[in-house]
């Protein structure tokens, strides 16, 4: 189980070193695309091999690889429009703690599961941090400045909002992909995921005309991020064939923290004690529900 817990460990802190790499980076949309596309190209010829390879795949398992796509294409979308909304340690810790508040909570109300005591003191700690970070309060109410630098009709609950659907996103697919390795190997299904990413992006880089630019400004970062993005998952994945989902997607979640130093640290956000306290709350709810709840 040693195996399984470390890569998990590893793709969580290269998680949280892209995600900080793509808040830095000058459109979102654009420096997530880039960062993807290359392994794209790179990973093609493995898909087409295997699928080459493989006897034909029932129906199912390619409703299933289509809807792997599809999630991934949303999934992509929206992480670009909240990564220009929100601070990466606002965001970051609910995208990633969404997916352990909601699966639970769906089994007690409609499944008619039950939580032990810790579970719900687990949950509770994933709700207050939520609501810390939100900005729960008059303050939440003041209009955000567009980027632009126009007024924009939006307040600082929208960034949180959308990083709930990004989370909501990333449960769906997780659950999705652990069916699809039954049809592919990691690698494979990892450039099924690639491909469904970068559809979800190219509209908004062709409308941006700014590909060049983005690639001027920030060659290093998205060649690095190139590498860490797809090798985050893939890493996941790996994990994912030697213990049960269960057991250890609560720890990948430790990039919660790791994220929040970053944006603390390098990105120099605000209200760097208050959400380094949350996201450790956060993290320690997700723990709780996870592995004891």
Known sequence: MLLPILLVLASGMCHAVWSMFTKRSLNKSIFLWSIMMV??????????????????????????????????????????????MGDLS????????????????????????????????????M???????????PAARRPMPAA?????????????????CVGLCTTCYVFVDKLNLQYLSPLALLEVTNIGFVAGLTPAVLRSRKLLEEWRRNRSTILLGSVLNPGSYLLFLFAL?????????????????????????????????????????????????GVWG
């Open 148 to 164: 632009n630098g126009t007024a924009a009709g939006l307040t600082s609950y929208r960034p949180m909002l959308m990083a709930l």
């Open 90 to 125: 606002q965001v970051y810790p609910v995208m990633r703690g969404t997916s352990t508040l909601l699966i639970p909570l769906i089994g007690v109300l409609f499944l008619k599961e039950s939580l032990s005591v810790y579970g719900w003191i687990g949950i509770a700690c």
């Open 39 to 84: 392994s794209t190209v790179l990973l093609l010829p493995t898909l087409v091999t295997e699928l080459w390879s493989l006897p034909p795949l029932p129906a199912g398992a390619y409703a299933l690889l289509l809807l792997s796509i599809a999630l991934q294409a949303l999934y992509s979308w929206l992480l670009s429009i909240t990564y220009e």
């Open 127 to 137: 709700l207050g941090g939520f609501a810390v970070l939100s900005g729960i309060g």
């Open 241 to 289: 064939q030697q213990a049960p989902l269960a057991h250890i997607s609560p720890l990948r979640e430790i990039g919660t923290i790791f994220a929040t130093f970053l944006g603390i640290l390098l990105l120099k956000e605000r209200q760097g004690m208050r959400r380094m306290v949350c996201s450790v709350v956060i993290f320690g709810g997700i723990l709780l529900v």
